[in-house]
């Protein structure tokens, strides 16, 4: 063998060698393609490749059951965002694929979130928007059924009469939608409406039971006569399949790009406490069954 071809076998059993070391590492987007969860499942997957340490499946499917039946398929270390608005409405319609079977041990970070109604800063007021008689189209992503029912139980407590919009493709389109005034307010998770803050927007209310990030809460605004104004559900962070040692890396890799100022994932949060990295598995289960009970309850 020439000098040349050795160096050649060299080179190409380096490059083997180090696509052999690469762990495989499935992320699943169980949002829309244009919403919060895309975005921040695009972002660890860019985060992963950064390190040239994973080898990244980026499954995009633009819907929570068909992404959710994707990882009950997968069977290497997989990635992905479980909320309860999806869960509830998989259990409501008996759909098996849009319903979780998880170990506490597998959630390594818990968002409790809250839905806010937005405009933009030139249109209708705070007090516009529950005035007896006022009618504006509300958009929303899905699941339709739930986000539906907090506009129908706006307008029995306020007497307004607001039309639900339904945007499938999620919260990306609801923001242009709301820029270009084909609807009047939207209803933003807290990372959407920071990113349309940004943008030029102003978030009059909150489905949270208090005032959260300077937000006045509906809820309070009614005297917590109407518990359908509840809109707070949780986002579970599920880590499923991996060892020990490489779950571990993983999620420190992620949690450093979270706490760093300036980095991809901490932007996405920012002037946001609405995370935890570190709950305890039972508080996990706690906090998420009382969640379904809230997102399951009457409106």
Same mark, same amino acid.
Not at 162 to 190: C, Q, R, W
């Given at each position: 063998?020439?000098?040349?071809?050795?160096?050649?076998?060299?080179?190409?059993?380096?490059?083997?060698?180090?696509?052999?070391?690469?762990?495989?590492?499935?992320?699943?987007?169980?949002?829309?393609?244009?919403?919060?969860?895309?975005?921040?499942?695009?972002?660890?997957?860019?985060?992963?490749?950064?390190?040239?340490?994973?080898?990244?499946?980026?499954?995009?499917?633009?819907?929570? &059951?068909?992404?959710?039946?994707?990882?009950?398929?997968?069977?290497?270390?997989?990635?992905?965002?479980?909320? @309860?608005?999806?869960?509830?409405?998989?259990?409501?319609?008996?759909?098996?694929? &849009?319903?979780?079977?998880?170990?506490?041990?597998?959630?390594?970070?818990?968002?409790?979130?809250?839905?806010?109604? &937005?405009?933009?800063?030139?249109?209708?007021?705070?007090?516009?928007?529950? /005035?007896?008689?006022?009618?504006?189209?509300?958009?929303?992503?899905?699941?339709?059924?739930?986000?539906?029912?907090?506009?129908?139980?706006?307008?029995?407590?306020?007497?307004?009469?607001?039309?639900?919009?339904?945007?499938?493709?999620?919260?990306?389109?609801?923001?242009?939608?709301?820029?270009?005034?084909?609807?009047?307010?939207?209803?933003?998770?807290?990372?959407?409406?920071?990113?349309?803050?940004?943008?030029?927007?102003? &978030?009059?209310?909150?489905?949270? @039971?208090?005032?959260?990030?300077?937000?006045?809460?509906?809820?309070?605004?009614?005297?917590?006569?109407?518990?359908?104004?509840?809109?707070?559900?949780?986002?579970?962070?599920?880590?499923?399949?991996?060892?020990?040692?490489?779950?571990?890396?993983?999620?420190?890799?992620?949690?450093?790009?979270?706490?760093?100022?300036?980095?991809?994932?901490?932007?996405?949060?920012?002037?946001?406490?609405?995370?935890?990295?570190?709950?305890?598995?039972?508080?996990? /289960?706690?906090?998420?069954?009382?969640?379904?009970?809230?997102?399951?309850?009457?409106?």
């Amino acid at each position: 063998m020439t000098h040349t071809k050795k160096f050649l076998a060299v080179i190409l059993l380096s490059v083997t060698a180090g696509l052999a070391m690469a762990t495989d590492i499935t992320v699943v987007n169980t949002g829309s393609k244009t919403g919060g969860i895309f975005a921040e499942s695009q972002a660890i997957v860019n985060e992963l490749n950064s390190t040239g340490k994973y080898k990244t499946d980026f499954i995009n499917p633009g819907n929570s &059951c068909v992404g959710m039946s994707q990882v009950k398929k997968t069977k290497q270390p997989v990635l992905f965002f479980w909320e @309860t608005v999806y869960e509830v409405a998989g259990r409501n319609s008996n759909n098996s694929d &849009c319903q979780i079977d998880f170990r506490s041990e597998d959630i390594v970070r818990v968002d409790t979130n809250d839905w806010r109604i &937005c405009t933009l800063t030139n249109g209708p007021s705070q007090a516009d928007f529950i /005035k007896s008689g006022s009618s504006y189209k509300v958009g929303h992503s899905g699941p339709g059924s739930i986000l539906k029912s907090y506009i129908t139980a706006i307008n029995d407590t306020f007497k307004t009469n607001h039309t639900s919009v339904l945007y499938t493709t999620g919260g990306g389109s609801i923001g242009t939608a709301m820029m270009n005034k084909e609807i009047d307010f939207a209803v933003f998770s807290p990372k959407q409406a920071t990113a349309a803050m940004i943008q030029g927007a102003v &978030c009059h209310w909150s489905l949270n @039971t208090k005032e959260t990030n300077g937000i006045p809460s509906l809820y309070q605004k009614a005297n917590g006569t109407n518990p359908g104004l509840i809109g707070v559900y949780q986002t579970i962070f599920v880590a499923q399949n991996f060892d020990v040692a490489t779950k571990r890396e993983v999620i420190n890799l992620l949690k450093t790009n979270f706490n760093t100022p300036g980095a991809t994932l901490n932007n996405m949060y920012k002037g946001l406490n609405i995370s935890q990295w570190d709950k305890s598995a039972g508080d996990i /289960k706690k906090d998420w069954d009382l969640a379904i009970v809230v997102n399951t309850a009457p409106k």
